[in-house]
């Protein structure tokens, strides 16, 4: 059994105005949102509840988000990174995700009737004096609220979260059916695969990297920072949200689930509506390797 740690009170924001959406992201299938998806925080405490609950909805998983929160980068490119070749930025991925460990995983999952369930899965493995990181990402990240002392103290094992993310989980491996989502996703997706893995070492290249992201993903991963490109919209993900209309999620609005719930409405109301259910183009293209 794990010690009942009470989880960290959340901390409160000023949110993103909420604007009305434009008339032609209205669809049936997607309709304006009602109220804010809440998220809820996972420590060691929760673990095994908070699993158990997940693997309940996710039975009925039509789309899931995921984000990643990770100590920023310490590899850098020598040159414009939007002159690299696909190969090199993957290079440059690969050796920060190998490097570094990740902080903390949002999963958002949406049902085939259209609910939302969020988690924050908070993980103990980082420590600020011994591990590579970037010291303006951390102070970015605890300005949003992300405390990593907190984290190793209360924290799950990337481990454990890894294995109940393959074997129970019911999320990872190709299913029939189901989309993945996320938002300038190179590094997120490339955490992701970490671990799940166990935390061993990414391929050795690009196509490695992408037989994993099938083997473990399916084929039907979408990157809406990819598909939101055009001029309707402003940049930003949590600008984006707050221009279609979606409320700030609650319980942490600031943080990797709420990215993730963020991400996955974004993409409904795109699929739906701007591009009226063809988003084939966009499939296995991610923001950050191949563009």
């Known amino acids: 059994m794990f010690p009942m740690f009470a989880p960290p009170p959340s901390p409160s ?6 604007h009305r959406p434009p008339s032609f992201y209205q669809a049936d299938s997607v309709p304006p949102p009602l109220a804010a998806v809440p998220v809820q ?13 997940l693997r309940s909805f996710a039975m009925g998983a039509r789309y899931v988000a995921v984000d990643v929160h990770y100590p920023g980068v310490v590899h850098h490119p020598g040159k414009d ?7 090199q930025r993957y290079a440059l991925v690969k050796r920060n995700v190998d490097a570094l460990k990740p902080l903390q995983v949002g999963i958002a999952v949406c049902d085939s009737q259209g609910r939302i369930q969020a988690w924050e899965f908070n993980l103990c493995n980082f420590r600020r004096l011994s591990d590579a990181h970037d010291e303006s990402s951390l102070a970015y ?19 454990r979260l890894g294995a109940m993310l393959l074997s129970y989980s019911g999320l990872i491996g190709p299913r029939r059916g ?20 166990g935390g061993g070492p990414l ?5 490695g990297f992408l037989g994993d992201v099938r083997r473990f993903l399916g084929d039907q991963v979408y990157d ?33 689930a709420a990215a993730g719930v963020r991400a996955l409405q974004v993409f409904r109301r795109l699929e739906h509506g701007e591009f009226g259910g063809d ?5 296995g293209v991610l923001k950050g390797l191949q563009c």
């Open 279 to 283: 988003v084939g183009r966009y499939r």
């Open 224 to 256: 809406v920072a990819r598909m939101a490109e055009f001029p309707a919209l402003p940049v930003g993900l949590e600008r984006i949200a707050a221009h279609l209309g979606f409320h700030p999620p609650c319980g942490s609005s600031r943080l990797a």
């Open 81 to 87: 990174h939007n002159a690299l070749t696909t190969e």
């Open 178 to 197: 189901l989309s993945w989502i996320t938002y300038a996703g190179a590094y997120h997706v490339a955490y992701l695969l970490k671990i799940v893995t």
């Open 141 to 159: 990240l605890a300005g949003r609220g992300l405390d990593v002392d907190t984290l190793a103290k209360h924290g799950v094992d990337a481990r």
């Open 13 to 18: 924001y000023n949110t993103v105005p909420v």
């Open 203 to 207: 391929p050795p290249d690009v196509a």
């Open 41 to 53: 925080a996972v420590w060691a405490w929760n673990f095994d509840q908070e699993s158990s609950i």
